[in-house]
């Protein structure tokens, strides 16, 4: 029940539209979205207090959006992660991705294993990617796993899921309130902050004010003080 957000997740929503709004492509605003996602990352691994920094990276169902569109963030994934290996590596950053990965290029799941296993020993900021990510197929997922395992319990289907840590504090960017099927299960008693601040232009001064209202909040968890 601490008030420091030991777990930190993003919605990181705004990247087109910020890109549209200075009449650029939207690939522009995806360019822009992976440095902020560098910033505030390096961030979080400077802050010894925050263990875990989750990101909505692609969800189940961005599929839906133009096929250009998507495979220009499939290349942009691969190129980002080969890119930013220094910086896990310097920063003692682990990288652990959440998602169903099956659906991905051979090419992209050998860099995502290859980053994951050459940080496994990193000991600080573990930051993890929501990779074609849904919160109900997540639970589902966990749900077939443990079908021939008995009665399901709070604490089996936990272990079961991708993530198995609860969120302290969850961020969206862009304006829209709602959670768009991220973490559903882990974000159960998190505080949800909501920003009108579209995520290219997101910054570590805005992050540090939110987390600095999360610390003024009683956190009860169905209880009484």
């Known amino acids: 029940m601490s008030n420091q957000p030991c777990h930190i997740a993003i919605i990181m929503d705004g990247n087109g539209r910020w890109a549209e709004s200075k009449g650029e492509n939207r690939t522009f605003g995806h360019e822009r979205g992976a440095e902020v996602v560098r910033t505030i990352t390096t961030y979080c691994a400077n802050h010894s207090d925050i263990h875990r920094l989750t990101l909505y990276a692609f969800s189940t169902e961005n599929w839906k959006r133009p096929k250009l569109e998507v495979e220009f963030l499939m290349k942009l994934l691969e190129r980002y992660l080969k890119n930013e290996k220094i910086t896990y590596l310097s920063g003692n950053i682990r990288f652990e991705p959440i998602g169903d990965l099956s659906i991905f290029s051979k090419s992209l799941r050998k860099v995502i294993d290859d980053i994951q296993n050459a940080t496994a020993a990193c000991t600080g900021l573990l930051q993890s990617l929501a990779l074609n990510y849904g919160g109900r197929d997540e639970i589902v997922r966990a749900a077939n796993a443990l079908r021939d395992s008995g009665a399901l319990t709070v604490?089996?289907?936990?272990?079961?899921?991708?993530?198995?840590?609860?969120?302290?504090?969850?961020?969206r960017t862009g304006g829209d309130h709602r959670l768009s099927n991220f973490l559903l299960w882990q974000a159960?008693?998190?505080?949800?902050?909501?920003?009108?601040?579209?995520?290219?232009?997101?910054?570590?001064?805005?992050?540090?004010?939110?987390?600095?209202?999360f610390k003024t909040v009683e956190r009860r968890f169905g209880g009484l003080n």
Do not use: M, R
């Not at 159960?188 to 209202?213: G, H, M, Q, R």
């Open 155 to 171: 604490e089996s289907v936990g272990k079961a899921l991708d993530c198995q840590h609860d969120v302290d504090l969850l961020i």
């Open 188 to 213: 159960a008693y998190a505080e949800l902050f909501f920003t009108n601040t579209l995520w290219p232009e997101f910054s570590v001064d805005e992050l540090e004010a939110i987390i600095k209202k």
